[in-house]
């Protein structure tokens, strides 16, 4: 590692400009070799170091050097490094009282987007205990199974959450779960008011030996991720991915004098893992805000001083949505990480927001794999370069969109993408780049294994992404291939979409997949479906269950009749053809429904509800 490092130095330095006449990207590619270089050489040396140094001790040092420094801004109220630091020390100490928390010990957090996510979790941390992340627009099954899957015995709650919870206490009391609130008091019979007790617990600092036997191969977090089928699944994710992940705020240029807006959940790892761990990494100031406001975005950007921004791809069109102010450019955010943001909009918020520098990443939580946009190439995600290749091999293969499976040849083989041909994107596993894989469940980790790719016996990590490679190096992401679709930023599992659809009595199958609309980034829900015999299409009942069990962004939105359903050879249902036809009712025979919030059920779809989605009259 060290040898790479001075070669890149010594080549930087003597040949720059020679180089630079060659190569057009040398200076942007050897910046970020190098900073990546030396980031990598940290966590080898995270690696041998021992005790083990994990983020939590890092966050420790960051109170001794500035105690005083804030590190949460969050509606008008403001908290130091030490603050927060005493109140992380607050809820161990309660949490080891009333629940007997020890090492090793999971703890599945249903919390908002708040500080005490923060200090919570490093309470937590502090203890050596891992901790869940759930998803706050989760209910009922869907929770429980997200619950039962990590294996947590306790669970800690916002109030505003107490409704989810009591619908499900039933369940946890069977299993004997330990539920906590996050308020002072609570007379609910099986759920404990935690507040109280973490004010009256003492603030001194815990002792390092109650985490003694962390290393960093152990788990720290469960991340759910929809990445395929199903229901969602916890992404085992080690302290080593947390370094990893923790280390972008750093590759893209973010120092400790910035200030970073989050305003994406903490349930994910871009608000938790590259917004929150990255923070702590560079020890700088966080502005948290409860969920994304495009009105407030800028105000609250001038009234902090907001330096770096994260994203989603809508984050940015509702952004350039907004009606234009003189005060459009006179902030102080100079970089943008995120992903999802299409090119045209790009654009747009550029002129009108003034020169920020856009950092669009490639990664999924629990992948191996992952790419920057580090130079000025407008929609690239990436580039491939040989040290990044090295250190995490990586191919794309050549796949079939309407089999959905890679094209193997004669001998059983994947056969590589050519330069320019989108494929699908696999990575080597590897010691470097492992695939830890999803808490209890085998048969989900093991569809993310592809074997015999390029050699029998080989094993890779299937991100399910097509992406492209052109002959300039530059990568660009194409799709996702079928079982999941994004809208508003998150995944939509179509089978587990499909399995809340069929609790309507009157629906005998029904085939999920993600539409494209104008003006929209992703995919919205629609639903192909088959009734039983004899039955009607009962708008009101379907509504129900779609209401009650899904959150907004998993809701198909429209709704196809179908007499049967077109299966692949292997039994798969056929979607690209849906996929291809949309919801325009001019070219579709079959019966359409659009699921209407205000009437609170599926209507039929019309020509004018057709063209008010067109002219944005009806948002979606
Ligand atoms: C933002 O910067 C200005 C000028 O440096 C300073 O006066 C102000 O206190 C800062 N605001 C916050 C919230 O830190
Ligand atoms: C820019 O915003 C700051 C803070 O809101 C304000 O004090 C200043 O007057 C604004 N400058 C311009 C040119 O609008
Ligand atoms: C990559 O970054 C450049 C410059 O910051 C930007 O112009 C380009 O649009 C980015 N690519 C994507 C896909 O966002």
Same mark, same amino acid.
Request: glycine letters at 6%; one cysteine or more; proline letters at 3%.
């Given at each position: ?23 057009? *990207?040398?200076? $942007? ?34 109170? +001794? ?7 949460? *801004? ?28 020890? $090492? ?36 009922? +099954? ?31 009391? %069977? ?25 009256? /617990? ?55 004098? =910035? ?43 001038? +009234? ?26 006179? &902030? ?22 003034? =020169? ?7 990664? /999924? ?32 293969? +050549?796949?079939?969109?309407?089999? @959905? $499976? ?45 074997? =015999? ?17 052109? &002959? ?32 309507? &009595? ?13 003006? &929209? ?65 001019? *070219? ?19 020509? @004018? ?7 944005? %009259?009806?948002?979606?």
């Amino acid at each position: 590692m060290y040898i790479w490092f001075t070669v890149f130095a010594g080549l930087a330095i003597l040949s720059l400009a020679f180089l630079k006449s060659l190569l057009p *990207h040398f200076v $942007e590619d050897s910046t970020y070799i190098l900073r990546s270089l030396k980031l990598g050489f940290r966590l080898v040396k995270y690696k041998k170091i021992k005790p083990f140094y994990s983020v939590v001790d890092c966050f420790s040092d960051a109170v +001794k050097r500035h105690p005083n420094k804030i590190f949460l *801004h969050f509606e008008g109220l403001q908290y130091s490094y030490g603050d927060v630091d005493k109140q992380s020390n607050k809820v161990a100490r309660a949490l080891q009282a009333e629940a007997g928390l020890k $090492e090793g010990d999971t703890v599945a957090l249903f919390l908002a987007n708040e500080p005490s996510y923060v200090w919570t979790w490093l309470g937590l941390a502090k203890l050596g205990c891992p901790a869940a992340l759930l998803n706050f627009n989760i209910r009922s +099954k869907s929770l429980l199974h997200c619950f039962s899957c990590c294996g947590a015995k306790v669970i800690i709650a916002s109030p505003e959450l107490q409704d989810a919870v009591e619908e499900v206490l039933p369940t946890l009391k %069977e299993q004997e779960i330990r539920v906590f609130l996050l308020s002072e008091s609570c007379s609910i019979d099986g759920i404990s008011a935690l507040s109280d007790k973490i004010s009256q /617990a003492s603030d001194q600092p815990l002792s390092r030996d109650l985490r003694a036997n962390i290393n960093i191969r152990s788990t720290a977090l469960y991340i759910y991720t929809s990445g395929t089928t199903g229901l969602p699944k916890a992404a085992v994710v080690t302290h080593e991915r947390i370094w990893a992940a923790s280390f972008l705020q750093a590759v893209c240029g973010v120092t400790a004098e =910035d200030v970073f807006y989050i305003n994406l959940p903490l349930y994910h790892s871009a608000g938790f893992l590259i917004g929150m761990v990255g923070g702590i990494e560079r020890g700088l100031t966080i502005f948290l805000r409860r969920k994304f406001s495009a009105s407030q975005f800028w105000d609250d950007c001038r +009234k902090y001083n907001v330096t770096v921004m994260q994203y989603i791809g809508e984050t940015m069109r509702y952004l350039c949505n907004t009606p234009q102010k003189d005060s459009d450019k006179n &902030h102080s955010v100079r970089i943008a990480i995120g992903n999802g943001v299409r090119t045209d909009v790009w654009s747009d918020f550029l002129n009108r927001f003034g =020169d920020i520098k856009v950092k669009e990443l490639y990664a /999924a939580t629990e992948g191996n794999i992952g790419f920057i946009n580090y130079t000025s190439k407008i929609g690239a995600v990436g580039r491939v370069n040989f040290v990044h290749r090295f250190f995490f091999p990586y191919t794309l293969i +050549k796949f079939d969109i309407a089999k @959905e $499976e890679p094209v193997r040849n004669s001998e059983g083989l994947c056969i590589q993408a050519a330069r320019g041909e989108t494929g699908l994107l696999v990575g080597k596993v590897t010691q470097r780049s492992p695939f830890v894989g999803y808490a209890g469940n085998k048969q989900q980790t093991e569809k993310k294994r592809l074997r =015999d790719v390029l050699k029998k016996g080989d094993l890779y990590f299937n991100t399910g992404d097509l992406l492209r490679f052109d &002959h300039d190096n530059f990568v660009y992401f194409q799709d996702r291939v079928g079982d999941t679709f994004r809208w508003k930023g998150e995944n939509v599992a179509t089978s587990e979409v499909a399995d809340i659809l069929t609790l309507a &009595h009157c629906i005998l199958e029904a085939n999920v997949y993600g539409v494209q609309v104008e003006g &929209h980034e992703g995919r919205i829900g629609m639903a192909a479906l088959t009734l039983k015999e004899g039955e009607d299409f009962d708008s009101s009942d379907i509504y129900k269950q779609v209401i009650t069990y899904l959150p907004a962004y998993a809701r198909p939105r429209f709704i196809r009749i179908q007499p049967c359903l077109e299966m692949t050879g292997t039994f798969k249902m056929k979607k690209v053809k849906l996929v291809e036809e949309g919801f325009n009712p001019d *070219h579709i025979k079959d019966p359409l429904y659009f699921l209407d919030p205000e009437k609170k059920m599926y209507v039929p779809m019309t020509e @004018e509800i057709y063209r008010a989605i067109a002219s944005r %009259e009806i948002k979606l």
